[in-house]
């Protein structure tokens, strides 16, 4: 679980409250860039409902759900920005802003103007996460998520990992679970399912 420490002062307790839901927010980002059940399970109650368009209902489905989508995308970047935080004690309402990059190959989906069947392509989008988190038992979590979308923007070529990087061979990166280097260089990569444990 990851449970967030308590202090007898208010004002720390509200830092250490927000710095628990910051962390849930990224752990978010590393279950879906990942592929990693685990990690995902963890930042949402299991009563939590989630409206993503393509899935609506509550989080166990949408973790399966998403287990089965991303690995037909050959590449997921997910990266948050701003971070608007309402507390009121054991609740928050978080607006989260996030741009998140795809790269997709057909005939997964559809493909986009100027694109040749079979060849990688690129779809970007920026959205927010309208997020509803509870603190339970010391934890924070999500309790109940809509994900908005403002734009989007797709792509008729992607970039070409075999040609390295500068000029440079550089090992590919962004792998999903167990093959990533996350999960070969840290010690203790459950760590970041199960959370800060107190």
């Given at each position: 679980m990851a449970k967030t420490l308590r202090s007898g002062d208010p004002a720390v307790q509200y830092l250490l409250d927000k710095d628990s839901i910051r962390d849930v927010l990224t752990r978010y980002c590393r279950g879906i860039d990942r592929v990693d059940s685990e990690v995902l399970e963890s930042v949402f109650w299991p009563d939590a409902p989630t409206d993503y368009f393509a899935y609506v209902g509550l989080?166990?489905?949408?973790?399966?759900?998403?287990?089965?989508?991303?690995?037909?995308?050959?590449?997921?970047?997910?990266?948050?920005?701003?971070?608007?935080?309402?507390?009121?004690?054991?609740?928050?309402?978080?607006?989260?802003?996030?741009?998140?990059?795809?790269?997709?190959?057909?005939?997964?989906?559809?493909?986009?103007?100027?694109?040749?069947?079979?060849?990688?392509?690129?779809?970007?989008?920026?959205?927010?996460?309208?997020?509803?988190?509870?603190?339970?038992?010391?934890e924070w979590r999500i309790a109940r998520r809509y994900l908005c979308w403002d734009w989007c923007r797709n792509y008729s070529d992607s970039f070409d990992p075999a040609a390295g990087m500068l000029g440079l061979s550089v090992p590919r990166g962004g792998l999903r679970k167990p093959d990533d280097e996350i999960y070969k260089r840290f010690s203790i990569p459950t760590g970041f399912a199960k959370g800060r444990d107190s």
């Open positions: 989080s166990p489905g949408f973790v399966d759900f998403m287990m089965e989508a991303l690995p037909q995308i050959e590449q997921t970047t997910h990266m948050i920005g701003n971070i608007l935080l309402n507390m009121a004690g054991e609740k928050c309402e978080a607006e989260t802003y996030v741009q998140a990059y795809h790269r997709m190959r057909a005939p997964a989906s559809p493909l986009p103007p100027g694109s040749k069947k079979g060849t990688p392509w690129d779809f970007v989008l920026g959205a927010r996460y309208i997020d509803h988190f509870e603190k339970r038992d010391d």
